[in-house]
């Protein structure tokens, strides 16, 4: 179990932009390298990187760039936005193992130009999973988690105006945060349901935003941790998981229960690794490519039950600073940034750090997701 | 060759079988041998009793609506050229457990199909299959039953 042995000691990231004019190696190069400079940590000294498979920087052109010393550890996850949290847990692995000292997890990505979505990058003939969902116009993550939410709606007669509270209260967030950005862009109750369809029941506000950006996280022994500039933030547990039930890449359709996620299986082996349980989590970050990821997590990790999950979202239960279960308080991939999760981890370092522009009071322990609907992976973080 | 749908590969080893199901107007599902129950999507081997044996065996064509979504555009050039259309997923009345994703269509008296107005579709409506060639996959849709 890890158990608080190892800690993050440094966060950095780039600015969030449209059409950024850096490469997505010089934008992974300057979060890495402000990270470590948050960490008080000299590149030489960096010797284990974890990153996403998707990640488009190799670990050696990384560390030819920043200068690391031999480089013992490295690791990529796979599975898309569900490798977020992945990456810090096999980090995380690699110091508590001594298989490295100081690890560096990252996610650099221009995902904001419209070259890079996959889905229109699709092969014409199909040989994976989708050759049983895209054949017939079910084309982009979109229309697969608007499947599963119109089942939802419908099972557990939940409304529009249920959905709307996860986007909202993220705007909410990141109209406090100037790095977001939706920073400055206000968004009511009103302009959501008049929002033009992307995949119907999900409108525009169900979706994450477009971004190019790049964010990094350092990681040491906790005995280290306590000599370096900031608090120590410590991972505290981490899991991976899916189950054999779970189709790969959303379309999570063909198992016994749809609405149940690879979460469920990474819940399991989360909380059998901590001291604490969901009631106990002060703030949390999840993964919100699309807002019914939201209750659809928040019912996986056991806040809640099956079929609650948009019932809890009520009554400002998101909201910083004192909601029930203030969440993805930095605004999250729906309105601060959508850099395939990373900036829910650094968001998280930031609250237990005590530094979030939505601080949330006393908060001592954060739960973190990776995408939902994909092998996933969870983090809860204590200070 | 070149195509503007997102097809599958009809002369796969493991798929073929299905996809000559559909072409028969038959819709065909797996059974590996010795086995109570049946699997979609296809799998190499029987996660119970890891036999690659199977056969496949034709189903009644019937199901439900389990769910249902409207893709707005941006969307593939083939996929806008369509208009609005509707995917469903049908959970099959041989065995609700399996789920299939697909259109639902209603004929066009000319021998093809038009996709069905969204806004009249509700889940749990019963539903049968239909064969519509595309590119020369017989690609399954629905109407209603």
């Given at each position: 179990m890890l158990k608080d042995r190892v800690a993050i000691a440094g966060i950095g990231q780039t600015e969030f932009a449209k059409?950024?004019?850096?490469?997505e190696l010089t934008l992974a190069c300057r979060a890495i390298v402000a990270a470590l400079d948050d960490a008080g940590i000299p590149a030489r000294e960096v010797d284990g990187l974890s990153s996403f498979t998707m990640e488009p920087n190799r670990e050696v052109e990384v560390a030819r760039n920043i200068g690391t010393g031999d480089v013992t550890f490295f690791s990529q996850i796979g599975y898309g936005g569900g490798a977020g949290c992945g990456t810090v847990l096999h980090a995380a692995m690699a110091v508590a193992t001594g298989q490295c000292r100081v690890a560096v997890a990252w996610r650099a990505r221009k995902r904001a130009d419209k070259a890079s979505r996959m889905w229109a990058q699709s092969p014409r003939v199909l040989t994976d999973d989708f050759q049983w969902s895209?054949?017939?116009?079910?084309?982009r993550p979109v229309d697969e988690i608007a499947m599963i939410a119109r089942r939802y709606f419908e099972e557990f007669g939940a409304t529009r105006e249920q959905l709307a509270n996860v986007a909202l209260a993220f705007r909410k967030h990141a109209n406090n945060n100037p790095a977001a950005m939706m920073h400055g862009r206000p968004l009511t109750l009103e302009q959501y349901l008049e929002a033009r369809w992307i995949s119907e029941p999900l409108c525009l506000y169900d979706n994450c935003l477009e971004t190019d950006g790049a964010l990094a996280v350092v990681l040491v022994a906790a005995d280290r941790?306590?000599?370096?500039?900031h608090r120590p933030v410590y991972v505290h547990a981490g899991a991976q998981g899916f189950s054999a039930d779970n189709y790969h890449m959303m379309i999570n359709y063909f198992g016994p229960d749809p609405l149940e996620g690879p979460s469920y299986a990474a819940a399991r082996q989360l909380w059998r690794g901590?001291?604490?349980?969901?009631?106990?989590?002060?703030v949390a970050q999840i993964y919100d490519a699309f807002s019914p990821l939201i209750p659809l997590s928040l019912e996986g990790y056991g806040f809640c039950e099956r079929g609650e999950g948009l019932a809890f979202t009520?009554?400002?239960?998101?909201?910083?600073?004192?909601?029930?279960l203030p969440t993805?308080?930095?605004?999250?991939?729906?309105?601060?940034?959508?850099v395939h999760g990373f900036n829910l981890i650094v968001e998280g370092v930031r609250q237990l750090r005590g530094t979030s522009t939505n601080q949330v009071p006393d908060a001592d322990t954060c739960f973190i997701t990776s995408g939902e609907g994909v092998p996933t992976s969870a983090l809860l973080l204590r200070n | 060759m070149e195509t503007e749908f997102l097809l599958p590969d009809p002369d796969n080893p493991l798929t073929q079988p299905f996809w000559a199901g559909c072409a028969a107007g038959e819709l065909r599902l797996q059974r590996f041998a010795g086995a109570a129950r049946m699997w979609w999507p296809p799998r190499v081997m029987d996660p119970d009793a890891h036999t690659t044996e199977h056969e496949w065996v034709p189903v009644s064509g019937r199901g439900t609506i389990y769910s249902y979504v409207v893709p707005h555009p941006p969307l593939l050039p083939a996929y806008e050229a369509l208009g609005r259309y509707n995917v469903v997923l049908v959970s099959l009345d041989d065995d609700p457990r399996l789920r299939m994703v697909g259109n639902l269509v209603a004929a066009d008296g000319d021998g093809g199909f038009v996709p069905v107005d969204a806004a009249t579709i509700r889940i749990g409506e019963p539903v049968r299959v239909v064969f519509d060639a595309v590119e020369g996959v017989p690609l399954p849709r629905w109407v209603r039953a």
């Open positions: 059409g950024h004019p850096e490469s895209r054949p017939w116009g079910l084309l941790a306590p000599d370096l500039p901590a001291d604490f349980g969901p009631a106990d989590v002060k009520e009554g400002g239960a998101l909201e910083a600073p004192n909601g029930r993805n308080t930095g605004g999250g991939g729906m309105s601060e940034a959508y | -």
